[in-house]
Protein backbone atom coordinates (compact mmCIF):
# COMPACT_ATOMS: atom_id res chain seq x y z
CA UNK A 1 0.00 0.00 0.00
CA UNK A 2 1.24 3.39 -1.24
CA UNK A 3 1.42 5.73 1.82
CA UNK A 4 3.38 8.94 2.36
CA UNK A 5 3.28 10.22 5.99
CA UNK A 6 4.58 14.08 6.68
CA UNK A 7 5.45 15.40 9.52
CA UNK A 8 3.56 16.96 12.47
CA UNK A 9 2.29 20.43 12.86
CA UNK A 10 4.71 23.26 13.31
CA UNK A 11 4.48 26.89 15.09
CA UNK A 12 7.02 29.29 14.04
CA UNK A 13 8.28 32.83 14.53
CA UNK A 14 8.95 35.14 11.73
CA UNK A 15 11.86 34.86 10.16
CA UNK A 16 12.78 31.39 11.63
CA UNK A 17 13.68 28.41 9.28
CA UNK A 18 11.69 25.38 8.84
CA UNK A 19 12.23 21.51 7.26
CA UNK A 20 9.03 19.58 6.94
CA UNK A 21 9.71 16.00 5.61
CA UNK A 22 7.38 13.29 3.91
CA UNK A 23 8.26 10.08 3.87
CA UNK A 24 7.08 7.55 1.45
CA UNK A 25 6.41 3.64 1.41
CA UNK A 26 4.90 0.33 -0.48
CA UNK A 27 6.60 1.38 -3.85
CA UNK A 28 9.71 2.54 -5.75
CA UNK A 29 10.61 5.81 -3.95
CA UNK A 30 13.39 7.06 -6.52
CA UNK A 31 10.93 6.13 -9.86
CA UNK A 32 8.33 8.91 -9.17
CA UNK A 33 8.25 12.81 -9.17
CA UNK A 34 7.33 13.96 -5.70
CA UNK A 35 6.45 17.58 -4.87
CA UNK A 36 4.31 19.76 -2.98
CA UNK A 37 1.32 22.02 -2.98
CA UNK A 38 -0.12 24.34 -0.73
CA UNK A 39 -3.45 25.32 1.05
CA UNK A 40 -3.78 28.92 2.53
CA UNK A 41 -6.49 29.06 5.10
CA UNK A 42 -9.77 28.65 2.74
CA UNK A 43 -7.78 28.80 -0.27
CA UNK A 44 -7.50 26.67 -2.76
CA UNK A 45 -4.35 24.12 -4.33
CA UNK A 46 -1.04 25.84 -5.11
CA UNK A 47 1.12 23.43 -6.71
CA UNK A 48 4.82 24.37 -5.76
CA UNK A 49 7.26 21.89 -7.11
CA UNK A 50 8.72 18.75 -7.68
CA UNK A 51 11.65 16.41 -7.70
CA UNK A 52 12.68 13.29 -8.88
CA UNK A 53 14.75 11.70 -5.86
CA UNK A 54 16.25 9.00 -8.28
CA UNK A 55 18.56 12.17 -9.79
CA UNK A 56 17.45 15.07 -7.97
CA UNK A 57 16.30 16.83 -10.45
CA UNK A 58 13.86 19.50 -9.43
CA UNK A 59 11.05 21.98 -10.27
CA UNK A 60 9.65 24.81 -8.88
CA UNK A 61 6.96 26.48 -10.01
CA UNK A 62 7.78 30.33 -10.49
CA UNK A 63 5.67 31.56 -7.75
CA UNK A 64 7.70 29.43 -5.46
CA UNK A 65 11.16 29.67 -7.23
CA UNK A 66 13.63 31.49 -4.76
CA UNK A 67 11.19 30.85 -2.07
CA UNK A 68 11.74 27.24 -1.02
CA UNK A 69 13.87 24.40 -1.58
CA UNK A 70 12.90 20.70 -2.67
CA UNK A 71 15.00 18.11 -1.62
CA UNK A 72 15.29 14.41 -1.00
CA UNK A 73 17.09 11.73 0.38
CA UNK A 74 16.95 8.35 -1.16
CA UNK A 75 18.45 6.20 1.62
CA UNK A 76 15.17 6.99 3.56
CA UNK A 77 12.81 7.41 1.11
CA UNK A 78 12.21 10.93 2.01
CA UNK A 79 11.30 14.60 0.45
CA UNK A 80 11.73 18.02 1.92
CA UNK A 81 10.10 21.46 2.18
CA UNK A 82 12.40 23.80 3.55
CA UNK A 83 12.08 27.76 4.15
CA UNK A 84 15.16 29.66 5.38
CA UNK A 85 13.33 32.75 6.71
CA UNK A 86 10.04 32.61 7.22
CA UNK A 87 6.96 34.81 7.17
CA UNK A 88 3.42 35.30 8.61
CA UNK A 89 1.84 34.65 4.94
CA UNK A 90 3.67 31.15 4.95
CA UNK A 91 0.66 29.80 7.52
CA UNK A 92 -0.69 27.20 5.13
CA UNK A 93 -1.42 23.46 5.04
CA UNK A 94 1.43 22.09 2.64
CA UNK A 95 0.69 18.58 0.84
CA UNK A 96 3.08 16.16 -0.03
CA UNK A 97 1.79 14.79 -3.54
CA UNK A 98 3.70 11.50 -5.43
CA UNK A 99 3.52 12.52 -9.04
CA UNK A 100 2.51 9.92 -11.65
CA UNK A 101 3.79 10.79 -15.50
CA UNK A 102 1.90 9.12 -18.35
CA UNK A 103 1.12 10.86 -21.90
CA UNK A 104 3.33 14.48 -21.08
CA UNK A 105 1.39 14.96 -18.26
CA UNK A 106 1.46 14.69 -14.67
CA UNK A 107 -0.78 13.87 -11.99
CA UNK A 108 -1.34 13.40 -8.08
CA UNK A 109 -1.97 10.33 -7.09
CA UNK A 110 -1.06 9.80 -3.89
CA UNK A 111 -1.14 12.71 -1.50
CA UNK A 112 0.00 12.87 2.40
CA UNK A 113 -1.71 13.86 5.01
CA UNK A 114 -0.68 17.34 5.21
CA UNK A 115 1.52 19.42 7.26
CA UNK A 116 -0.22 22.85 9.26
CA UNK A 117 2.45 25.53 9.54
CA UNK A 118 1.62 28.59 11.34
CA UNK A 119 4.04 31.83 11.68
CA UNK A 120 3.03 34.14 13.97
CA UNK A 121 4.43 36.34 16.32
CA UNK B 1 1.55 30.90 -17.28
CA UNK B 2 -1.23 28.48 -17.78
CA UNK B 3 -4.42 29.88 -16.14
CA UNK B 4 -7.44 27.54 -15.27
CA UNK B 5 -10.75 28.82 -14.53
CA UNK B 6 -13.42 27.22 -12.42
CA UNK B 7 -17.11 28.96 -10.70
CA UNK B 8 -16.25 29.17 -7.25
CA UNK B 9 -19.45 27.42 -6.60
CA UNK B 10 -22.22 24.55 -8.13
CA UNK B 11 -25.80 23.98 -6.38
CA UNK B 12 -27.67 20.69 -7.14
CA UNK B 13 -30.72 18.71 -5.68
CA UNK B 14 -30.01 15.38 -4.40
CA UNK B 15 -30.29 12.73 -7.63
CA UNK B 16 -29.63 15.58 -10.36
CA UNK B 17 -26.48 16.13 -12.62
CA UNK B 18 -23.90 18.51 -11.28
CA UNK B 19 -21.55 19.80 -13.78
CA UNK B 20 -18.62 21.39 -13.13
CA UNK B 21 -16.78 23.23 -15.83
CA UNK B 22 -12.66 24.35 -16.25
CA UNK B 23 -11.60 26.70 -18.56
CA UNK B 24 -8.44 27.60 -20.29
CA UNK B 25 -6.99 28.50 -23.47
CA UNK B 26 -7.12 25.02 -25.71
CA UNK B 27 -7.46 23.30 -22.40
CA UNK B 28 -8.81 20.63 -24.80
CA UNK B 29 -4.93 19.91 -26.09
CA UNK B 30 -4.08 19.39 -22.58
CA UNK B 31 -4.92 16.22 -20.23
CA UNK B 32 -7.39 17.25 -17.03
CA UNK B 33 -7.34 15.96 -13.77
CA UNK B 34 -9.94 16.14 -11.10
CA UNK B 35 -9.52 16.12 -7.65
CA UNK B 36 -12.60 16.53 -4.41
CA UNK B 37 -11.58 17.61 -1.39
CA UNK B 38 -13.90 17.10 1.20
CA UNK B 39 -13.31 19.92 4.52
CA UNK B 40 -10.56 19.12 6.79
CA UNK B 41 -9.04 16.19 4.56
CA UNK B 42 -6.45 15.46 1.61
CA UNK B 43 -7.41 15.87 -1.80
CA UNK B 44 -8.45 12.92 -3.59
CA UNK B 45 -8.00 12.04 -7.42
CA UNK B 46 -11.42 11.17 -9.07
CA UNK B 47 -10.97 11.76 -12.66
CA UNK B 48 -7.97 11.51 -15.01
CA UNK B 49 -6.81 11.92 -18.37
CA UNK B 50 -9.54 13.76 -19.39
CA UNK B 51 -12.10 10.89 -18.43
CA UNK B 52 -10.78 7.86 -16.72
CA UNK B 53 -11.86 7.30 -13.23
CA UNK B 54 -9.61 5.55 -10.59
CA UNK B 55 -10.84 2.22 -9.16
CA UNK B 56 -12.94 3.44 -6.11
CA UNK B 57 -14.61 6.06 -7.57
CA UNK B 58 -18.38 6.06 -8.63
CA UNK B 59 -19.29 5.36 -11.76
CA UNK B 60 -21.38 8.35 -11.57
CA UNK B 61 -18.35 10.68 -11.68
CA UNK B 62 -17.25 11.11 -15.49
CA UNK B 63 -15.38 13.94 -16.88
CA UNK B 64 -14.95 15.47 -21.00
CA UNK B 65 -12.64 17.86 -22.41
CA UNK B 66 -12.90 19.97 -25.86
CA UNK B 67 -11.98 23.17 -26.79
CA UNK B 68 -11.81 25.68 -24.12
CA UNK B 69 -13.91 24.05 -21.70
CA UNK B 70 -13.10 20.61 -19.54
CA UNK B 71 -15.90 19.44 -17.37
CA UNK B 72 -16.68 17.12 -14.71
CA UNK B 73 -20.40 15.69 -14.55
CA UNK B 74 -21.84 13.87 -11.22
CA UNK B 75 -24.54 11.84 -12.40
CA UNK B 76 -27.28 11.08 -9.04
CA UNK B 77 -25.57 13.78 -6.57
CA UNK B 78 -25.54 12.72 -3.31
CA UNK B 79 -25.24 14.40 0.01
CA UNK B 80 -21.60 12.79 0.18
CA UNK B 81 -20.90 14.31 -3.43
CA UNK B 82 -20.24 17.90 -1.47
CA UNK B 83 -16.72 18.77 -1.62
CA UNK B 84 -14.42 21.40 -3.00
CA UNK B 85 -13.19 20.21 -6.53
CA UNK B 86 -10.73 20.93 -8.25
CA UNK B 87 -9.26 20.49 -11.87
CA UNK B 88 -5.26 20.43 -12.72
CA UNK B 89 -3.26 20.45 -16.16
CA UNK B 90 0.76 20.16 -16.23
CA UNK B 91 1.76 23.23 -18.14
CA UNK B 92 4.67 21.96 -20.89
CA UNK B 93 5.49 25.39 -21.80
CA UNK B 94 8.51 27.09 -20.24
CA UNK B 95 7.57 26.98 -17.29
CA UNK B 96 7.13 23.03 -16.74
CA UNK B 97 4.76 23.13 -13.88
CA UNK B 98 1.34 21.83 -12.42
CA UNK B 99 -1.56 23.97 -12.77
CA UNK B 100 -4.41 23.98 -10.34
CA UNK B 101 -7.93 25.72 -10.93
CA UNK B 102 -9.15 27.98 -8.62
CA UNK B 103 -11.90 25.26 -7.18
CA UNK B 104 -15.50 24.77 -7.12
CA UNK B 105 -17.81 24.49 -4.12
CA UNK B 106 -20.15 21.95 -4.77
CA UNK B 107 -23.25 22.13 -2.71
CA UNK B 108 -25.79 19.84 -2.12
CA UNK B 109 -29.40 21.39 -1.62
Known amino acids: EVQLVQSGAEVKKPGESLKISCKGS????????IGWVRQMPGKGLEWMGI????????RYSPSFQGQVTISADKSISTAYLQWSSLKASDTAMYYC??????????????WGQGTLVTVSS | SYVLTQPPSVSVAPGKTARITCGGN??????VHWYQQKPGQAPVLVIY???DRPSGIPERFSGSNSGNTATLTISRVEAGDEADYYC????????????FGGGTKLTVL
Open chain 1, 97 to 110: ARHYYSSSSYLVDY
Open chain 1, 26 to 33: GYSFTSYW
Open chain 1, 51 to 58: IYPGDSDT
Open chain 2, 26 to 31: NIGSKS
Open chain 2, 49 to 51: YDS
Open chain 2, 88 to 99: QVWDSSSDHQGV
